[in-house]
């Protein structure tokens, strides 16, 4: 099976940035799209931003269009989350997920690997 394991989160004030990583290891990280998920206290999951196999399509929430950038670097089995002009309302727990397909998801039943998640704290 695929392990997955985030690191990069923490506390930063609004208009800050931070890079969110998720390193891969177990079967071919090149095969599977990717995926970021995001969960605040009482809310449900919420979908934040998808990638294909190849790199070659990206998908991402109305609500970080233009602050966020998904990323993979296939080399090094890692995918990454640059977090740019964050807002308190990005507060959340982020989980990386990875689907036994090629193609980019953006439901979070599509995913079959869940990481453990990081911390993500916006402060005002």
């Known amino acids: 099976q695929v392990q997955l394991v985030e690191s990069g989160g923490g506390l930063v004030q609004a208009g800050g940035s931070l890079r969110l990583s998720c390193a891969a290891s177990?079967?071919?990280?090149?095969?599977?799209?990717m995926g970021w998920f995001r969960q605040a206290p009482g809310k449900e999951r919420e979908f934040v931003a998808t990638?294909?196999?190849?790199?070659?399509?990206?998908y991402y929430a109305d609500s970080v269009k233009g602050r966020f950038t998904i990323s993979r670097d296939n080399v090094k089995n890692t995918v990454y989350l640059q977090m740019n002009s964050l807002k308190p309302e990005d507060t959340a727990v982020y989980r990386c997920?990875?689907?036994?397909?090629?193609?980019?998801?953006?439901?979070?039943?599509?995913?079959?690997?869940w990481g453990q998640g990081t911390q993500v704290t916006v402060s005002s």
């Open positions: 997920a990875a689907r036994m397909n090629t193609y980019a998801s953006r439901n979070s039943f599509d995913y079959n690997y």
């Open positions: 990638i294909s196999w190849s790199g070659g399509i990206r």
């Open positions: 177990g079967r071919t990280f090149s095969s599977y799209a």
